[in-house]
């Protein structure tokens, strides 16, 4: 009960002190809106870079991933050459 009674007694203060400066609150808020706008497009430069290295990480292991099973078919061909090879060798010998 204490809570509800003081939360009224707080929300007629604040809206008789907002009548009362209602221009130094414009000034107030004036002040405030492009230095919010300002960090708040910051923080959303740095989270945008922050995911776009991500995604360049990604990518990149991707491109790791396809190169490196492109190897392994290449050296399992070069394995059954060799092996053909050295078949054909033991039967000439």
């Known amino acids: ?17 907002l009548s009362v400066w209602f221009g130094e609150f414009l000034q107030l808020l ?4 492009p230095v919010m706008l300002l960090l708040g497009g910051g923080l959303a430069l740095y989270l945008g870079f922050d995911e776009l290295k991500d995604t ?9 991933t396809v190169a490196a099973d492109n190897d392994n078919e290449k050296y ?13 060798l033991k039967s000439d010998t």
């Open 76 to 88: 399992k061909q070069e394995i059954d050459e060799l092996k053909q090879e050295i078949e054909t």
């Open 56 to 64: 360049w990480k990604k990518d990149g292991s991707d491109v790791d």
């Open 30 to 33: 004036a002040g405030a809106i």
């Open 1 to 17: 009960m204490k809570t509800l009674i003081g939360g009224a007694v707080a929300a007629v203060l604040g809206l008789i002190g």
